[in-house]
């Protein structure tokens, strides 16, 4: 697998994951489990984005 297909994929789970424990902290009321969620929701945007710029470059 390219590593820009791999840096993709990674940052599609870790947005996901991001999302649910942010839903999960806004149910339970843990803020701190929602800010968690907030900032691994961002950086799996920021290396997805990151992969498709390296697919871009064809590195």
Not at 13 to 21: R, T
Not at 31 to 57: C, F, N
């Amino acid at each position: 697998m390219k590593p820009s297909t791999k840096d993709q994929a990674k940052g599609k789970f870790g947005n996901l994951k991001g999302k649910i424990k942010e839903a999960v902290g806004i149910i339970t009321g843990q803020r701190k489990l929602e800010a968690e969620g907030k900032d691994q929701k961002l950086a799996g945007k920021a290396r997805e984005k990151l992969g498709q710029v390296k697919k871009v470059l064809g590195k």
